[in-house]
Structure formats: C-alpha cells, structure tokens
C-alpha cells in the first residue's frame, strides 16, 4: 500500500507479519485498538516507518469521557461560569478599539469577536490542549529513552501511576 500515512481504524491485528513488508506508508495512525501485531511493528520499525500508538492515538474519546464525568460531577455545564463574563471583556475591548481609531465594527463583527466560549468550545480545545501535550510527553518519553513510541506511552502512563501513589503514600 503506498501512501505517507495510514490510519488503520477498524479491526485488531488487521496490520500482520504476512502484510507489514507491503505497506509503503511513513507513519502509522493506530485509530483502532491493537491493529498492529508486535510482528507486524518489528518489521515496519526496521523498515523506519513511524508509529503512533492506539493507546495515544485514539484516546480522545476517553478523554472526553473524562471531561463529561467532571462536568456531571460538578452539576454545572462548561462554560456556564465564565461565558458572559469573556463576551463582557471582548465587548469591553471592542469599545476600546473603536473609540481609539475612530472605526466602528459591524454588530456582525461584533458578535464574532466577542462570542464567549461555549461548552463544545471549550471541550474541544481541552481535548486539544490534552492530545497535544500527551504527544509531546510520549515523543519525548520515547527520544529520551531510545525506544518506540508504544514503549514511550507505557513508561509515560506507569510514571503517573508510580507517582499518583507515592503522592497517596502507597
């Protein structure tokens, strides 16, 4: 299969010892859960082809999951705190702007600029925030220690576990 990157979504072991050396791609996505067999990654790492793990990889959906249990817990939906206060500053900004350079915006500009964050708003860019980071920690992880990113995002995970029960003094 040629192409930079493959993105295989669906079944587990569907990347085998009997097709990795077929597979032409860059990078390797695992969007489904374990669709890469460990010979299957040996082959494709000697191969130089770089693979992001299921376990990072298509973890956004817990991730969201997480954020849905703490709003549930809280009983109050996201954004619903700080929603008009962020619309009031943008507002308060505009005002600024607009008596500094003798402009006036649109109501329909105005409304653009100054639309607080919503609740899907800002799970989104939590999601982000939280992928992004993850990424870079197990990239690292992975780098620092001379391993392949699976490795990376074991010995990432088993560091916050170690260090979540020594906080608990376990």
């Not at 669906?10 to 990347?15: F, K, Q």
């Not at 308060?92 to 100054?114: C, M, P, T």
Request: charged letters at 30%; a negative charge.
């Amino acid at each position: 299969m040629q192409c930079d990157v493959l993105i295989p979504a669906a079944l587990e072991g569907t990347i085998n010892a009997q097709n990795a050396d077929r597979i032409k791609a860059k990078i390797i996505i695992e969007g489904a859960n374990g669709p890469t067999t460990p010979k299957a990654e040996e082959i494709l790492e000697a191969k130089g082809v770089l693979i992001v793990p299921d376990l990072l990889a298509n973890a956004g959906g817990v991730t969201v999951s997480y954020f849905e249990w703490l709003k549930n817990l809280s009983h109050i939906r996201f954004g619903r705190m700080t929603k008009r206060y962020e619309e009031s500053k943008w507002q308060n900004l505009l005002d600024s702007v607009e008596r500094h350079q003798e402009k006036k915006f649109s109501l329909e500009e105005r409304a653009l600029i100054s639309f607080g964050a919503g609740e899907e708003d800002l799970v989104r860019s939590g999601l982000e925030d939280t992928m992004i980071n993850a990424f870079r920690e197990v990239w690292h992880t992975a780098e620092k220690k001379r391993v392949n990113m699976r490795t990376g995002a074991y010995i990432v995970a088993i560091d916050k576990l170690a260090n979540t029960y020594i906080d608990l003094g376990i």
